[in-house]
């Protein structure tokens, strides 16, 4: 009998995330049947398919052969570890070897793209705390303290009368992959694709401490963002809560001015 996991944690691995099954919506009878009745949800990361489900008596299979998918032992030792009860902040870093690999296989030459861009491989953590929906109502990621500050930057601008929405939190390399296998199966080539798209393992949305902000009836990542009151309010107080914008104009890696996409650093950083 698995006694009840915390509802308030995803928990990573290279290729499958531990969701709590409350969070997830269901795709189908048999989903919602098995749904209401899981604690945990194993998803694989790179198209966000529901692998199985755990229950008070064991585990549910919701794809065939989901006991051969890659990366299933490292999910499962999570389970039988009991980590997923009592998660140890900070969450450690996993490995990056496996993006790396990817990398490859995609053809990228990562050294010459990081050289290029001054950008460094940016690992997964271990395990991400939920900080409330973003404006879509799903659940918003973040690393554990960017998520406390997250919520206090959110309800200080509530005090003040501005409603800021998050839009995107933490992305795993494997969704950033997904991305870019979606687009060179419709023809896109992979310069094409780097135009727009951050190379999967590069972008500081893998770390949870980054977060897209938006204001309500402002489209998502525009630069017309910099023009409203929310960002008046937050270039003047996201600095005191930890927060900066890591990509203000003419910034040194060649990023397009993003004014909604800011970063959590702690003082002691
Ligand atoms: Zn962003």
């Not at 585990?59 to 051969?68: E, F, K, N, T």
């Not at 999910?75 to 570890?81: C, G, N, P």
Request: hydrophobic residues 45%; proline residues 7%; neutral net charge.
């Amino acid at each position: 009998m698995h006694a009840h996991p915390s509802s308030r944690f995803l928990f990573n691995t290279p290729d499958i995330e531990l969701w709590p099954a409350a969070l997830l919506r269901a795709r189908s009878n048999r989903d919602a049947r098995v749904l209401s009745l899981a604690t945990q949800v194993l998803r694989r990361k790179r198209d966000g398919a529901y692998l199985a489900a755990v229950l008070p008596d064991g585990i549910v299979g919701l794809m065939p052969r989901w006991q051969r998918e890659a990366g299933i032992d490292d999910a499962l030792d999570l389970l039988d570890a009991g980590a997923l009860r009592a998660p140890r902040a900070p969450a450690p870093d996993l490995p990056v070897s496996q993006v790396e690999a990817r990398l490859e296989a995609l053809g990228l030459d990562a050294d010459a793209y990081a050289a290029r861009t001054g950008l460094a491989l940016v690992a997964e953590p271990a395990w991400l705390t939920f900080a409330g929906v973003d404006r879509y109502r799903r659940p918003l990621w973040l690393e554990a303290r960017t998520a406390r500050a997250w919520q206090g930057l959110h309800a200080a601008a509530a005090r003040d009368g501005v409603t800021l929405d998050a839009v995107s939190g933490y992305r795993s390399h494997d969704y950033q992959l997904g991305i870019f296998d979606r687009k060179r199966a419709r023809g896109l080539s992979l310069d094409a694709i780097l135009a727009v798209n951050a190379a999967p393992g590069y972008s500081e949305h893998h770390s949870g401490c980054a977060l897209d902000i938006s204001a309500p009836g402002e489209p998502p990542a525009d630069d017309s963002f910099d023009a409203t009151a929310a960002f008046a309010w937050l270039t003047r107080h996201a600095p005191g809560h930890g927060f900066t914008l890591s990509y203000p104009r003419d910034n040194p890696h060649g990023i397009v001015y993003e004014p909604w996409h800011w970063r959590y650093r702690s003082a002691i950083d």
